[in-house]
Each structure stands twice: as structure tokens, then as C-alpha cells.
């Protein structure tokens, strides 16, 4: 079964307050999607209803085709789940929480040993398996925290900013957890503030804002929103690319319709017809063998586009 | 991320997805994990001194004024021991179990931020309730039990043949739907504040003084019976040392200066009533906060 997620006419209300207004969303298939949006945009409270920690005001929210508000231990059977920083009951150890969380999911126990012992490594986590959590820092339960919402192996993963409160080298850690995650076909659905870690892991983008769903795409699609149908790429060589290298073997390929130098072994081009568009390009760049290195659609695409669309709001 | 990390990548054909246990198995295995961290916690510990502290007060009292006629009554027979010493204490172990293992167990879900690693698993809510309740029972217990076990040492001491009354079992078996019932309200209680502090306080001062002082208003003032207050009913705990059962009711009028008249009316439950005010306290208080905390949002 295709794994999914799907939130439905989604609203919620604190007082007067609307948190979120009448969101709808539907992801299916195995990808990473990364759910963009400023403070207070409803991320969290989207990402609450999901694991049924908050209630909708109205709408519903799905996970792999199952109701969460009507049948919660069945929607979350096959679903990993990290929001906000969980605490962990702080005289079990990592090794007994992720037991815990294994058996309440009736995994088997032999099972539970085994894939505690991947999960804990994944997070590097090992060494510290007998240690009591209450004595972990932030940090170290976050990864412990991550560990437990991948015990199970689910096909639907939700996270909540999970790099959030790690220093910067658990920040990439995380990156690499979540990125290595994607390999294995399942659906990611990851809030983030940060641009460069959704462009760097996502596939697709949620874009929120007071409440609102302001535009669901993939991340290749973004930047020919900004600029029309053209993708911005940067491109990277390995040595220095002569000028009229760019614009006999570049310029001239079929979809690309400028071509600018960045410095003398980068270029940034402009390319059309989307995701299909720039994978053709990608093709006849690496055939040129021209020594490409990289082939990055632009991140500054997304933040302009995460800019323009949530100025539109204010 | 080191490149040489083990793959989570789920085995080709495998699943490590078994069937979801269902309600009862899941709060038993919440429940064992929940009385393990109970039982390495301070709380515990402290728990325990309490009542070593209680019945070390008992013990050297009846060591020390060994010769003391009162002392002697109270050690004559077994019923007259238990009646004093369990019936008396065993109240006050329940009432500090209670707020100890129960007072922040909702609560500190939500503050603690607990809640939300559990409320991510498949698990229902009611679930988490039942599990949490049984760990604070079996927790309960153990504070209990130790407390038995401090007074069938003195017991076997003092009374070598009748250190293990009949009436001691049945009593027991009274505190045990006392603590249920306490239980109950000290989740009720849980479930109605997000913190933790708020819970335990407002279950200290009710169950210690609270409820005793609004039994003694009602019926002095009011001149009702207090069947709808739970410290009321644990007086039938001591019944079973009994030979006789105290009246139901009982008037007296005192003799004032000047001919004056002063008539009081004190209250006693019957058994009856005694265990229908405690498992109405369980029942409503338990059920009470369950649905609360089915209402109650991780914001």
C-alpha cells in the first residue's frame, strides 16, 4: 500500500483564535515532504492532529487512509512520530524506552532487540543504551526520541523540526538520519524553519502561513513559480569552464534559456520544463562530460518564493 | 553521520510490524514499565521512609513503654493491636501513596511532556489511564505491604499465636478498595490540572485535613450525615476488629451551665455504606478523570 497522509477541510480554534483554516492537504508515495511556514503558522498544530495530541475544531486528518479521530490506534499502527522534544520517563533507559515503545506496538520480542540495536546505532546512541535518559541532555533524547519513532520501521514518518535544540553537528546528523530514511520508501512529512535543510532533504514543499495552506509542490517546481516556468540550477565543474565551453555545450541544450557565470568553475542556468525539464539537461551535461560536479536546483528559489508568499499574508 | 552507520532499511519481505496488542495487554505492559520507573525513582524511596518512619514510631513506642498499662491493653490480643495500629496507620500509607504515585500521573504527562512520546504510539487514551492507574496501585501496594510487614514483625513479637487474625485479612481487604477509591480521586484530580504541583497540592490538603474538616462542619453545623465524603467512610476499615459495631447514629446531650442544653449527633457508616461511599468514589472519580483526559489536548 502506498503510504499517505491526508488532513481534510483541517481547522482549529483556541478562543478566537483560528490556528488553522480549513487546511487541506494530501501526500501519497514515498517521498520526503518538508512543511515550510514562519512562527505561529499552524505547523506544529497541523503535526498535532496528525498524532491526534490536539483535536480539530473541524476537518480530519488520515494516515495511510485511516481516520486518526475515529480510529487512532490504527491510523498510528504503521506511523513514526517525533513532536516537539518528548520527554522520556526518566528512570528508563534508552534501551527500555524504545522497548517500551516496541512492545505497546506489538512488535516481537526478538524484534524489538534487534532493530533497538540498529536504531540506537543510527542515532549513535549505543553506548549510552543502559544509561538512565533522565541524566541525557536535550540533545542526546532528541536522538533518543528519534530512535523510538524508527523502531517499528514505519512507512509514514512525522517530524516536528526534529533537529531542533542539537548543536550543530547533531544538526547534521539528524540531516543524515532523515536523509538515509528516504532511501528506504516511506513517507517523510518534516516541519522545518530552516530552508537549506528542506532543500537539502525534501522532495516536496508544504508552504503554511496564519493557518493557511499557501502552495504544496515539488521543490524542483519551485523555483519556475518564482521565475515563471524556469528553474534556476546552479551548476559546479570541477576546474575552471571557459566561457565558450557555457555557451556552445550549455547554452545551447534544449530547455535552457540563459546561462549566467557565478564564479569561473560555477554557473547558474535557467532551465524549462520543470522537473522533466532539468532531468533532460542533467543527461546531455553529464554526456558532454564537460567535468560536472554538481547539479543543484537553487535554494535561494525557495526562499525567495517562502518570502514572496508570506509577505503576501502580512 | 559516519558512512559505515547500520541501515535501518527494512529487510526485503520482512516486516517488523506486528499485531498492536490490544487494550488490556497494552495498559499491563504500560503499567510494568511505569512501576519499573516508579520503583527507581525518588518517590519511591522517599515513599518507603515514610512509612518506615511511621512504623518505626510505632515500634519504639511499644518497645519503649513496654510496661505502660495502655501499652499492654493494646498488645492483650491481636484484634486490639491491628484495630489501633493497622486500621489507624493504613489510612494514612494510602492517602500518602496516593499523592506520591498518582498525584502527578496525568498531570505530569502534560507538563512533563511524557504524553507526547506516549500519545505518539498506537494506544488509546484510556489505555494510558488504566496503565498508569495499575502502576500507581501496584506502587501503592508495595508501600502497603511493607507497612503490614512492619506490623506482623511487631505482631509476631508481641503476640506470637495471634499475630495473624482472621480480621486482619478481612481489613486489608477494606483498605484495598480504600486505596482504590483514593486512587480514583487523586486521577480525577490529575486529569483536571495540566501541572503537576496544582494536582498534588489541592489531593494533599483534602485527603490530610480537607475532607475531615468539611465531615466534622457537615455534621456539627449541618447536622447531616457525611455519607458523601470518602474519609467518612475508611472508619470501616477498623470494623472488623470489632465485637461490637458502633451505632449508626448517636445523640448525645451534654448538661450546661445554668440548665443549659448542648445536643451533638455523631455519625458511624455501616459496612454497607462504608463500601458503597468507596466504590462510588472509584467509579465516578476514575471515570470522571478518564474523561477528562480523553478531552485533554498536548497544546
Known amino acids: ?314 | 553521520m559516519a558512512a559505515a552507520a547500520p541501515s535501518v532499511m527494512k529487510p526485503e519481505g520482512s516486516s517488523t510490524m506486528g499485531v498492536v496488542p490490544g487494550t488490556l495487554a497494552q495498559a499491563l505492559l504500560l503499567s510494568r514499565y511505569q512501576f519499573r520507573d516508579y520503583l527507581r525513582s525518588r518517590r519511591f524511596v522517599l515513599m518507603m521512609l515514610i512509612v518506615a518512619v511511621i512504623g518505626g514510631i510505632l515500634s519504639f513506642v511499644l518497645a519503649y513503654f513496654n510496661s505502660n498499662p495502655a501499652i499492654q491493653g493494646l498488645t492483650a490480643s491481636g484484634d486490639a493491636f491491628y484495630g489501633s495500629a493497622w486500621a489507624g496507620g493504613v489510612t494514612i500509607v494510602i492517602i500518602f501513596a496516593g499523592i506520591i504515585f498518582g498525584g502527578d500521573a496525568i498531570a505530569g504527562e502534560f507538563q512533563n511532556k511524557t504524553g507526547y512520546f506516549l500519545m505518539g504510539l498506537p494506544i488509546k487514551r484510556t489505555t494510558v489511564y488504566v496503565g498508569k492507574f495499575l502502576a500507581a496501585l501496584a506502587a501503592s501496594l508495595v508501600a502497603v505491604f511493607f507497612y503490614l510487614a512492619i506490623l506482623l514483625a511487631n505482631g509476631a513479637y508481641y503476640l506470637h499465636g495471634n499475630a495473624f487474625p482472621f480480621a486482619l485479612g478481612e481489613s486489608f481487604l477494606i483498605s484495598l478498595l480504600y486505596l482504590f477509591a483514593l486512587l480514583g480521586s487523586v486521577f480525577l484530580f490529575s486529569s483536571l490540572f495540566k501541572n503537576s504541583l496544582y494536582a498534588v497540592l489541592v489531593v494533599a490538603v483534602l485527603f490530610l485535613f480537607g475532607f475531615t474538616l468539611l465531615q466534622g462542619v457537615i455534621t456539627d453545623l449541618v447536622k447531616i450525615e457525611p455519607w458523601f465524603i470518602i474519609t467518612y467512610a475508611d472508619q470501616v476499615i477498623g470494623y472488623p476488629f470489632l465485637s461490637t459495631l458502633p451505632p449508626h447514629v448517636t445523640t448525645t446531650t451534654l448538661m450546661g451551665a445554668r440548665g443549659a442544653t448542648l445536643t451533638t449527633t455523631s455519625y458511624n457508616p455501616t459496612y454497607l455504606e462504608g463500601f458503597a461511599i468507596m466504590f462510588g468514589y472509584f467509579i465516578l472519580t476514575a471515570l470522571a478523570g478518564l474523561w477528562l483526559f480523553e478531552r485533554e489536548e498536548f497544546t
Request: hydrophobic share 40%; with cysteine; proline share 5%.
Open chain 1, 1 to 314: 500500500m502506498t503510504p499517505s497522509l491526508e488532513a481534510v477541510g483541517l481547522t482549529k480554534r483556541f478562543g478566537s483564535f483560528t490556528a488553522l483554516d480549513h487546511l487541506s492537504l494530501k501526500i501519497e508515495g514515498a517521498k520526503c515532504v518538508g512543511f515550510l511556514g514562519p512562527n505561529g503558522a499552524g505547523k506544529t498544530t497541523t503535526l498535532k492532529m496528525f498524532t491526534d495530541l490536539i483535536f480539530p475544531t473541524e476537518g480530519e486528518t488520515f494516515i495511510n487512509g485511516i481516520s486518526v479521530q475515529k480510529d487512532r490506534k490504527r491510523a498510528l499502527s504503521d506511523c513514526g512520530d517525533l513532536i516537539e522534544t518528548p520527554e522520556i520517563y526518566p528512570s528508563l533507559t534508552p534501551r527500555e524506552a524504545l522497548e517500551m515503545s516496541g512492545a505497546l506496538r506489538g512488535m516481537r520480542p526478538e524484534e524489538i532487540r534487534s532493530r533497538t540495536a540498529v536504531v540506537l546505532e543510527e542515532v549513535k546512541m549505543s553506548e549510552w543504551a543502559t544509561q538512565k535518559v533522565g541524566r541525557f541532555s536535550k540533545g542526546m533524547k532528541q536522538r533518543v526520541n528519534i530512535a523510538a519513532s524508527l523502531l517499528s520501521d514505519p512507512e509514514v514518518v512525522i517530524l516536528d523540526e526534529p533537529s531542533t535544540g542539537l548543536d550543530p553537528r547533531g544538526m547534521a546528523e539528524v540531516r543524515n538520519i532523515v536523509r538515509g530514511l528516504k532511501k528506504e520508501n516511506r513517507l517523510i512529512f518534516m516541519s522545518s524553519h530552516i530552508l537549506s535543510e528542506v532543500v537539502d532533504i525534501c522532495d516536496e514543499v508544504a508552504l503554511i502561513d496564519h493557518g493557511k495552506l499557501l502552495f504544496y509542490d515539488a521543490l524542483s517546481n519551485v523555483s519556475s513559480r518564482l521565475t515563471g516556468n524556469a528553474t534556476s540550477v546552479q551548476l559546479t565543474f570541477v576546474r575552471p569552464i571557459p566561457d565558450e565551453t557555457l555557451s556552445a555545450q550549455v547554452a545551447s541544450l534544449p530547455g535552457v534559456t540563459s546561462v549566467a557565470r557565478v564564479d569561473p568553475q560555477r554557473a547558474k542556468v535557467m532551465i524549462t520544463g520543470g522537473a522533466e525539464g532539468q532531468a533532460q539537461v542533467l543527461e546531455r551535461l553529464a554526456a558532454a562530460r564537460m567535468g560536472l560536479l554538481s547539479f543543484e536546483p537553487s535554494q535561494s528559489a525557495l526562499e525567495e518564493l517562502y518570502l514572496q508568499e508570506i509577505s503576501k499574508g502580512d
